[in-house]
């Protein structure tokens, strides 16, 4: 019952924290361009996910009646068991967990801009590790102690940080991520994302990507003025990501899993693209 309460209040506490760091950026960024009026109080009902790190954002996208997560069914056992995968945009890391507990990584990294998100992340490892505690009884495939000796989780905006330079990867996983480093960062961030990625593939690794289409582009653009000004400016569209990966980047090859995908919760039934290194 303490534990209860005590996971409340502290749930209480880490959607305060969230919410005030988020607006801290929107601040920020509207501070930096001269136009922000951080006096203009932000109410909790307005809070703005700049970078698409929404909170309980598996709550909308899997509902009661799904089983699991509709893109863990097209994902290939192959690309992920005894591998060593990214997860770039993790979110609070419940589809990073799901994927080492389904399909067995040697090790899965999600990574997440938001120091929020992966809060919640680690929080929702804690938790999945006790409930494989307690089912342990009954012959679960993990031991608690793999599942956080596979999965860990870091903050970093993947755009920008050199910390990952000196790792590889066998796969790479950008899930309805696209969208938010194009509106935020332009078609040179979008290309030093697909870049960064390439880099940090070993020969013959795969780069699972779910783009969002440019129709969404539109519900997002004004989240930020520097998001509405990418937006105005953006030449490479995501209909054009494949022939970029594929021509521009150096990927070999692509599958198309779309057709195979199917279930997924109304505006979530977005195309998912496997690439070969
Ligand atoms: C819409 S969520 C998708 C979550 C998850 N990939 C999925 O599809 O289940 C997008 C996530 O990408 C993160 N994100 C956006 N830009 C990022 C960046 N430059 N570096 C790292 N994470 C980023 C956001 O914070 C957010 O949590």
Known sequence: MGGENDQNENKKKRNRNSVESIEKVVTNQQGQQGNGNPSKKKKKSQEVFPFGNYRNYYGYRVTHDMDEDPRLKVMKREWFAGKDCLDI???????????????????????????????????????????????????????????????????????????????????????????????????????????KIWQLLTPGGIFVMEPQPWKSYENNRR???????????????????????????????????????????????????????
Not at 241 to 264: H, M, N, P, W, Y
């Open 89 to 195: 945009g993790c979110n609070s890391g419940i589809m990073t967990i799901h994927i080492a507990k389904k399909f067995g990584c040697s090790s899965i990294l999600g990574i997440d801009i938001d120091s929020s998100r992966i809060e919640d992340a680690y929080w929702h490892l804690r938790k999945f590790d006790r409930t494989e505690n307690s089912g342990k009884r009954s012959k679960k495939k993990f031991s608690p102690r793999d599942l956080s000796q596979i999965v860990s989780f870091q903050k970093e905006n993947f755009v920008q940080t050199r910390h990952l330079e000196d790792n590889c990867y066998d796969t790479i996983l950008c899930l309805s991520v696209t969208k938010w480093v194009h509106l935020n960062w332009g078609d040179d961030g979008l290309i030093t994302l697909f870049s």
């Open 223 to 277: 989240v930020s003025e520097t998001t509405a000004m990418h937006y105005r400016n953006i030449v490479l569209r995501p209909e054009r990501f494949q022939e970029i990966l594929l021509d521009k980047i150096g990927f070999r090859t692509v599958e198309d899993l779309t057709s195979s995908l199917s279930g997924a919760s109304k505006g979530f039934d977005r195309q998912i693209l496997a690439f070969q290194k």
